[in-house]
């Protein structure tokens, strides 16, 4: 009986966790492919079957979709990484005893509405608005210059939005990091560049994946910024999915679409961790 125990100790701990999953990840997902193959209309109902066309049917009429959010995904969440991780890495070694203060700051924006804010940035980024109508006055820019309704607007609305969850994983992680180690690479005649590659770079890869995962993931998914700050031409395959579930109601094709997405994410992360994960940055590194 001690040794069953032993054995089953660790999946009896674990159950509570698989629950959480059968219930609110597994049920769902059964439930929406469910749908994906299923027939009918929102009048009459819907029954069961076996029609995996509809798969070939979403890929080939909304495939541009798909690529354009992944792109605007990929895009966003670069750039992201680009600005976050100076802001994260100066508040982690410089901020000394302000350090809440900057992140408080930096997440202030951020208990305001998601729509409120990303309506602010579409009066900041309108043709007339105070940012752009004083500059085609001057003459700095052309009078039909816009950047609204354009895919930088869109890219430019998901980074703004996203910038605080790359921030905080980065800035966990780098506020780890044990200064000796940096002081130690000085005192062997490494530069900084060196030291930051060598260094600080290894260590804070953790952050740097959770912080990919974070915003990847919700903007490739996102219809908001889209719909919102982009036009026609820049929808997003959540803005798809979206007017399929409540405009069109063709359920069917939105939970395709959905678990088409789902499947593409969890390929594209995979794939992520496989090459860039924190294990190759670190085997890299050293």
Not at 99 to 123: D, G, Q, Y
Not at 167 to 177: A, G, H, N, Q, S
Request: hydrophobic share 55%.
């Amino acid at each position: 009986m001690r040794q069953l125990r032993g054995i089953l100790a660790p999946y009896l701990l674990s159950l509570p966790s698989w629950v959480y999953l059968l219930i609110f990840f597994l049920i769902p997902l059964g439930s929406m492919l469910g749908m994906a193959l299923a027939v009918g209309n929102p009048l009459t109902g819907y029954t069961m079957s076996d029609n995996f066309s509809i798969f070939g049917q979403a890929l080939s009429s909304f495939g541009d979709s798909f690529i354009r959010s992944f792109w605007y995904g990929t895009a966003s969440t670069i750039i992201t990484l680009a600005m976050a991780y100076p802001v994260a890495y100066w508040i982690a070694f410089y901020g000394g005893r302000h350090k809440s203060t900057f992140l408080f700051l930096i997440m202030l924006p951020f208990f305001v509405s998601f729509v409120i804010r990303v309506l602010a940035w579409e009066f900041i980024l309108s043709d007339n608005s105070f940012v752009l109508g004083p500059l085609k006055e001057m003459g700095i820019l052309p009078e039909k210059f816009r950047i609204l309704s354009t895919q930088w607007a869109v890219i430019g609305g998901l980074v703004y939005n996203s910038f605080a969850y790359y921030v905080l994983p980065l800035y966990v992680v780098l506020e780890k990091i044990d200064r000796r180690l940096v002081r130690a690479a000085n005192d062997l005649y490494a530069s900084p560049v060196t030291a930051f590659l060598k260094i600080i770079l290894p260590l804070s890869a953790p952050g740097v994946f959770a912080g990919f995962l974070l915003v990847f993931v919700t903007n490739v998914g996102d219809f908001v910024n889209a719909a919102l700050l982009g036009g026609p031409g820049t929808y997003m395959i959540g803005n798809i999915i979206q007017d399929a579930f409540f405009l069109n109601q063709n359920y069917p094709m939105a939970a395709a679409l959905s678990s088409m997405l789902m499947l593409m994410l969890m390929l594209a992360i995979l794939l992520y961790s496989k090459t860039f994960g924190t294990d190759t940055i670190q085997e890299y590194a050293a």
